[in-house]
């Protein structure tokens, strides 16, 4: 009997540049691929926010829909199912001749306490696994530190990552045979499936994108080639109106439709054939603090999570239902932070200089448990990445990476970046009705 091998899709949902696929692809003579839409992932969390909300389940199943059809093309199967890995993979390997699991590496809780139950529910077929950290720009095996002497300060690990480490090339995927090719009777959910009713894109969106390998393609091409905006990103980074104030793929990099690497190499083909500039290094300085949070993680493991951070501070954090209500349904003292919690609310989406102000006066105003804050984007956000969701948090609440523990004057910040307030009347019109 021939050797198959079974790529997991997790957060690598792409083909290009994908190390299980190729090592799938390198070593069997078969190749299968599975992804669940595991019921965990759409349920309501400790404080009462479903995990996974409308705008980013929308933009997953657009992704698997893409991840499936490209996967055709290398004549590789793509089994779907709305059901736990665990009770599916038993049955799913009787028969199949599966010797090897090939998924990317994943460290935090509720990820590795999934991988764990797999893993025991197909103890008795004796496979190999096959578990790859995929997700970085500088790979673990390349930088200069020991996880555990990781630099707490975020300029510390940037300036010797971009001394000693080169990134890796990307790597080529190979198409198999037609004879790969299986009956396949599983079929995606709708979003209606996943507990969602159908909605319309809020027309004012930031983010009027779909989700997938292809359209991450897409978006490079047009924001790099087609109108040049990666010439003036430093520049624009701060905007808040309008889909080209930034990149915008932090979507597509959060569940792994494209890879850092990609990215990476296509600034430098395009500083090589356009121009070089602050702006051409400053999308690459952001994906080193991308970088930056996921070893962060790795390094302090689960105190993410925790109240006191990595840091372990005691602020006296509280909990205050009606402060909670107010920050969520943008009915607070700051015009510029409600116009930004109308936008979450009606996209999925807020800018960066947005998230920084409403964190901080979640945190550091309204001394509310900043935990609370980072489950409630945790929910809402399309481009949700643990370890950018709560490194963040951790840094602006004082429980982080900041050396400064800083805090936003929000008032400050509304009229440097939001001048004329085209940002907030676009948002907090809405109110009026």
Known sequence: MSNTGLVWFRNNLRCQDNISLHKAI??????????????RHYDNDRFGFKKTEKYRAKFLLETVTALKLNLEKLNIPLFVYQQYPEDVMPQFFEGRNISNVYTQKEWTK???????????????????????????????????????????VFTNFRKKCEKYVSVR?????????????????????????????????????????????????????????????????????????????????????????????????????YEQQVTKNDSTYWLIFELIWRDFFKYISLKHGNHIFRIGGILQKDYGWKTDEEMLDQWINAETSEPFVNANML?????????????????????????LDWRIGAAYFESML????????????????????????????????????????????????????
């Open 26 to 39: 390198a070593e069997n003579e078969k190749v299968l691929a599975i992804y669940f839409f595991d019921p």
């Open 110 to 152: 509720e990820e590795t306490d999934v991988s764990e139950a797999a893993k025991n529910s197909i103890d008795r077929y004796g496979v190999t696994w096959h578990e790859d950290f995929d997700q970085f720009l500088f790979h673990p095996e390349d930088i200069p530190f020991d996880i555990q002497n990781i630099p707490q």
């Open 169 to 269: 090339p990307q790597i080529t995927i190979e198409k198999l045979p037609e004879s790969n090719r299986v009956e396949n009777t599983t079929e995606l959910p709708i979003v209606l499936d996943l507990g969602f009713e159908d909605f319309a894109e809020d027309s004012r969106t930031a983010f009027p994108f779909c989700g997938g390998e292809n359209e991450a393609l897409k978006r490079i091409e047009a924001y790099f080639w087609d109108t040049k905006k990666l010439s003036y990103y430093k520049k624009t980074r701060n905007g808040l109106i309008g889909k080209d104030y930034s990149s915008k793929l932090s979507a597509w990099l959060a569940n792994g439709s494209i890879s850092a690497r990609t990215i990476y190499h296509e600034i430098k083909k």
């Open 343 to 367: 936008e979450i609310k009606y996209t999925g989406w807020m800018s960066n200089r947005g998230r920084q102000n409403v964190a901080s006066f979640f945190a550091k105003e309204q001394e």
């Open 382 to 433: 399309i481009d949700y990445d643990v370890h950018s969701n709560y490194g963040n948090w951790l840094y602006v609440a004082g429980v982080g990476n900041d050396p400064r523990d800083r805090k936003f004057n929000i008032k400050s910040q509304a009229e440097r970046y939001d001048p004329q307030q085209k940002y907030q009347n676009l948002w907090l019109q809405s109110k009026l009705f």
